[in-house]
Structure formats: structure tokens, C-alpha cells
């Protein structure tokens, strides 16, 4: 492994660290209510899950020696039953989304069963551990949106880079209507498809708007790995992780390591910004802009949207990171300029500090808002909620 | 394996039922300039394809007794390195895309290296072998349309569904515009992302546009695997296989099976045109609205697009049949209403009797066109050229 997919998988195993390698093979017997993961395939039976939030899966290999269901960072072995099909079951996961792998004789391949996601640097397997509130990611008979594959011109990287753009529900029945904009972050590990595919940031914002809980507006979510990153992988890379320490411009992250989003933010703020409110009936000033991100994604709005402050009112970080008072050299232009600022965690993670930075901050005047996900860790239920309780925030001027 | 998957499978399969199981292993050595596929992940070497096309699998499986690449049709073995890679080729494929999968201790997985596309009923992997004409569907410095995923509700499935809509690059700068329409199809076992993925659909018009080849459309590609199909899958079918027999409405497909899509007519008709014209700017009539499909979807297109003339007057089938003279009530009526029929057919599929139809349609007067794709069998460059061809056909009244 290079050392920069290491870097990247730190970020993403963030809270896995304290975990085992391998499950103990003394589970209690599996209460016998299993269903359909919602994320299978058409038709595919496994993996399933059950009301203890255990994940079972299946796979027909007949000839294998050794198979293991891989999820949350824990190896679970299945057992070989006479029909030549390896089944078990894992430990009780958290509710929502979970990357997962089977692990056939040694060989980390996705589930058949399962829809792919990328995530940990690759296109894989995930399952849905249905959640108690997943009311407000439901498919619902209410007006929907468009998910947009869209491709833009980047003069900074010299190519065509890929964005996905969400466009309310009334978009195309409201033609000379224009709209505000959230530029929206996946987390490291993960790309462009990430928020529509395993957040459903498509179907929350859908949902709120019909409820009355949202004001309408554009989400543009970017692949945030571009050209030149020097946290990039797949692609040539200009710099190498450790020159970004030299950067005058960076987040310090997990372990001390400093990330440069110096790239990206010629992107976001040379061809991506223009571009979008040349494409799309956007209100393109700074009162109707939005940046949000999760885990590597908010310490990308962090750095972006502080530096950028004339382009962005509205800031949220889920589950990456905050900002203190302590940060703001100019306190009284940040209250001019920032209408809210948006902090989250999932319970499980390490919040503290960000909700004490968000308590500091609304004793000194700025809206400052902290969330915390109930039950939930360093996974995608913390996002969807995360994003669920921003939304209602912006653009309320 | 349930009766309507071999059935769906069996149309899939139709160029493949001649080859052996088997590859035989007395290959000779393969050229040694393999490149990455450009349907990899990002920053997966493999597979690679090279000058020869053979396709170079490789994959950790430290522990397995037996890997094969399953490419079609057709299984090769792989040999075990000392670093517990599996490595091996394939014969030459033709050039293009091609489903595949790898089979592990006889378990049937997706190569954890390549991108995933929905083909022969499942999500799987694919790698593409250059073709030398795949400069018309590349990516390029040209303005591009967008690849929008939408619901919709059905009144007729009580539910929601999604189609892909792709609209052209000039459809959001030019606000007041109105556009035809091309209702495009998946074939059997693939669904409603194929056409964006496989086929590179919106790549392909972009181009044509940029060169003025094609009039600016709307395409909109919607799954046909409906509730209700009797050629359903991995959802509850109300009909079975055999019932379609007594339809009053059907086509005959390979080995004389007769499909129904009375249930995808109904979603088409009743429900899937309204919505397009309500929700996006299209010209809303019969003159600017076509049905093509690929496979299963030709097939489709011929019964739903012949059953409503008063609805489609550009028809395109590829590699799924043809329109005889004979099969027409009204010859002077089909005229009158038929602005361009297209049949085409990969070089290596048996076209001759699609050929001969259109030369007797010309012969009567009508504006028919058939295409050859050379070199190609049942599979996605046969139906990305299609579309090149179709394209510039539509619309020119």
C-alpha cells in the first residue's frame, strides 16, 4: 500500500482503530427475523439483516477453505453448509450504512448480493441497517428533484472534471426561478457519487422541501480528488504528502498530519463556482452560498470556506473537525459575513471539543449551531442526520 | 436459476450459446503491452487489455486452489504467482465493452478492480478494449449535455420509478428552447443506467453536436422491468413466462418465445410520456418523438412504438429484430406517420433478414435505413455506433 492510500485509510478508519481484527466466534444464536439489506441487488436475497442489527451474509463458493464476511473492521467467518454456500452472521451494527467485503481464501472482493459504493478507496459492497427515523430518507410519493451527472472544464487542472448537481423539485416548473447553492464534500476515501448514492441527499432535501422544513436550493457535489491533490491517488500526484507541511494553507488532521486542499480550492473557486452559476439559475453572491462537508469534507469547507469568506455565508462540518473563536482573527467580520455555523458528530465520536467551539462561539455572537447524531459513529446515518438538521438553516435571510 | 432469469439470460446469451465452456489452455504468449482498462477504479492496475485484445486479470487470493476470468462466455484459468497473485488472459475479445467476472474456489464475484455496470441481471465488472474508432464516444473539450437521475410516479405500478434523462448541452443556456425527445432502451437483463454507462450515450451526442452531425434531443431512459413485466425479475411478477402466450400483443423473441410488455406500454404511455413533457421542455408531439432500444429493447420498440404511430414517428431497432412489409396493416398510413425506421445489427450477429426488411421498406417508399457494425457481435460498441448512426437521422423535418 502507497503511502498515501495509507494516509487516506487513516482518515476513513478513524474511529476503527480501537477495534479487534477478528469477531470471537462465541455470538449468541441469531434471532431468526432476518430481511433483505434494502441495498441489494434486484432480486438478490443476502445479505440480510436482522432487528438485533446483525448483518448475515452468503455466498456460494464450493470449493473455497476459508470465508469471511469483513465489516466495520471486524472478520466475521462464515460457515459452509452442504449446498456449498458460506453463511454468517456479524456482531449488531449501529443503524444506516456500512461498507462492507466478503473475504474468499483471501481474496477481498465485494458481495454479489449487494449494490457497490465507493468508499475506503474503492467500488463496494454496502448494506442499510434500517434505522428507527429513516422516515426522513424515505423514497415518498412528494415532488421530487434531479440528481445531475454533470461535466465542467477546469482551466486550473487543464481537464474535464465530473460534479453531481441536485436541483429542487419546482427546477424545471419554475423557469425564471433562481435558487441558492450548497457545495456539499464526501469524505476521504470516497468521490462525487457518495451523497447521492449512501447519504441520499437527494431524498432528505426532497422530503424537507415538501414538509415545508427547506428552503429550495442546489446542491453541487465535486469529487473532491482533483489533479494535483496532494491527497489524490489514481491520478499522477504533483506534490507528495509530506510537502504539504511547507504549505502556508492547510488542516491539521487525525495523527497530526497536515492535509493541503490548495488544489481543490482552485477548483471549487476558479472553474467550479463560475461554472455553476453560469450552468444552473443560481442567486450567485455570498448571501446564497453554502459550504458543507463530512470527515475530510469538513476540514475541506474548514479551510475553503474560512479562506473564501467574500464566496460563503453558510458553513457545516460533519464529523470533521470545528472552528474556535480562537481561529478568527477578525471576530466582527466573521458575524458580518457567516450567517450560521453548522457543527456535528455521531455519539460515538470524540464531539467535545466541537461543542464546546460552538458554545464559544454563540457566547460571542455568531449562529452557531451543534449537533449531535444519537447512537451513531464515525458512518453515513451521522451525515444523513447531520445534513437533515443543516438544511432547515440556510438560506432562512 | 428461476425459469424467467434463464429466459432473460437466453436472449442475453444468443451470440454466446456456440462457444466452448472451456477456454483452451494452450494460448499462445501474449503480447507484453498491457494497459490498464479505462473502466478501472481509479488506481487499479487490472485488468489490462492489450495490442492483441486479451484481457489480463489478476487478483490476490493467497489461500485459493482455482481462479478463472468468466469473459464471454467463456472461462479462463488463472495462474497462481509467488506473490499469491492469480494472474492470466484472455483470447482475443472484440473491441469494445465487455461484462466479466472472476470465479474463485467457484464462488462468482466482480473483480475488485474494475468500475461495475448492470448487465446480465446482476451488477458487475466491465473493461473496455480500445476501439479504433472510439474517438466518437471520447470525452472532450466540447460543451456538454447533463445525465439527470429522475422519479417519477406510476399510476399505473402505484409506485415510483427512475428513469436517466439526458438533456443537451444548450438546454440550460437556452431557457425558452423546446426539444424532441428519444425514448431509448437497456436490453434484456441490463436496466436503465446502461445506455449512461455501457453505452456512453451522452458522450456520443455531445460530440455529434459540437460537430453539428445531430439536432440538439432530449434522451430518456427508463428501466422496462416494471412491476408487472411477465419478463420480470426481483420483484413480484404478477404474470408468469408462459402466460404472455395468450396476449393478444407480444413479440416473438429467440426460440420463438413470445414477449409481452404490455406493462411497460402502460408505464411508457399512461404515465412516463406525460411526466417527460410536463416536467422538462419538450416539443410534445408525435413529429418530435422517437423510441429506440437495444436487444430486448428493440423489441420493445417495434411492439409499444408500431402499437402508438400516432405517438412516435422515428423508430430505431438494434440488434432486436426488424419491420417486414408484411407485418403492416396500412403500408400508405406507417408512411404517412414514419419519418425514419432504423435496423442494425453487429457484423458477427445474423442481420440478413433485418437487412433484406429494409430494403423491402425503402423499395415501398419508406425512409429506412440499415447499418452494419463491423466487427462486432451482440454487444455495447454494435449499439454505441448504432446510436451514431440513428442519431443524426432523427429530426430533420
Redo the contacts between chains.
Keep these: 500500500m502507497n503511502p498515501t492510500?495509507i494516509m487516506r485509510t487513516a482518515i476513513f478508519s478513524l474511529t476503527l482503530a480501537a477495534l479487534p481484527l477478528f469477531a470471537q466466534t462465541n455470538q449468541p444464536p441469531a434471532v431468526e427475523d432476518f430481511k433483505p439489506s434494502t441495498l441489494n441487488?434486484?432480486?438478490?436475497q443476502y445479505p440480510q439483516v436482522n432487528s438485533e442489527r446483525r448483518v448475515r451474509a452468503r455466498?456460494?463458493?464450493?470449493?473455497?477453505?476459508?470465508?469471511m464476511l469483513d465489516i466495520g473492521g471486524v472478520k466475521y467467518p462464515l460457515a459452509k453448509g452442504e449446498d456449498?454456500a458460506w453463511v454468517g452472521e456479524s456482531r449488531p451494527q449501529d443503524e444506516g450504512f456500512h461498507y462492507y467485503q466478503?473475504v474468499?481464501?483471501?481474496?477481498?472482493?465485494?458481495?454479489?448480493g449487494s449494490?457497490?459504493f465507493y468508499g475506503a478507496?474503492?467500488?463496494?459492497s454496502g448494506v442499510e441497517v434500517p434505522a428507527a427515523d429513516r422516515d426522513f430518507y424515505a423514497?415518498k410519493?412528494v415532488p421530487?428533484g434531479?440528481?445531475?451527472?454533470?461535466?465542467?472544464?477546469s482551466k486550473s487542472c487543464n481537464t474535464?472534471l465530473q460534479c453531481f448537481?441536485y436541483t429542487p423539485p419546482d427546477y424545471?416548473?419554475e423557469?425564471s426561478k433562481r435558487y441558492p447553492v450548497l457545495f456539499l464534500q464526501h469524505g476521504g476515501g470516497e468521490?462525487d457519487t457518495g451523497w447521492?448514492n449512501q447519504g441520499h441527499a437527494?431524498l432528505i432535501l426532497d422530503n424537507l422541501i415538501a414538509e415545508g422544513k427547506a428552503k429550495p436550493f442546489i446542491i453541487v457535489m465535486a469529487n473532491s480528488?482533483v489533479p494535483g491533490s496532494s491527497y489524490a491517488?489514481?491520478?499522477p500526484s504533483t506534490n507528495q504528502p509530506g510537502a504539504s507541511n511547507s504549505s502556508s494553507r492547510g488542516v491539521t488532521g487525525p495523527g497530526g498530519r497536515r492535509f493541503d486542499f490548495s488544489a481543490f480550492e482552485r477548483v471549487m473557486t476558479n472553474d467550479l463556482i463560475p461554472f455553476v452559476d453560469a450552468?444552473?439559475?443560481t442567486l450567485p453572491d455570498q448571501a446564497h452560498r453554502a459550504m458543507a462537508g463530512l470527515s475530510m469534507g469538513g476540514m475541506q469547507t474548514r479551510q475553503i470556506a474560512m479562506a473564501n469568506l467574500d464566496k460563503f455565508s453558510h458553513i457545516g462540518i460533519f464529523s470533521g473537525g470545528s472552528i474556535s473563536p480562537t481561529q478568527l482573527a477578525d471576530m466582527a467580520d466573521f458575524k458580518q459575513k457567516v450567517k450560521v455555523v453548522f457543527v456535528s458528530y455521531g455519539s460515538r465520536e470524540k464531539g467535545a471539543a466541537g461543542k464546546a467551539d460552538i458554545e464559544s462561539l454563540r457566547k460571542a455572537g455568531v449562529n452557531a449551531v451543534f449537533y449531535e447524531s444519537p447512537n451513531t459513529a464515525h458512518e453515513w446515518l451521522s451525515w444523513r442526520r447531520s445534513l437533515c438538521q443543516f438544511a432547515p438553516l440556510l438560506f432562512q435571510d
Design positions: 492510500i441487488q434486484p432480486g438478490k455466498v456460494v463458493a464450493a470449493q473455497a477453505k476459508s470465508v456449498g466478503l474468499i481464501d483471501g481474496a477481498q472482493v465485494p458481495d454479489p449494490l457497490y478507496s474503492r467500488w463496494g423514497l410519493n421530487h434531479q440528481l445531475r451527472q454533470t461535466l465542467f472544464y474535464n448537481v424545471e416548473t423557469p468521490d447521492g437527494g480528488y491517488f489514481g491520478r450552468s444552473f439559475r
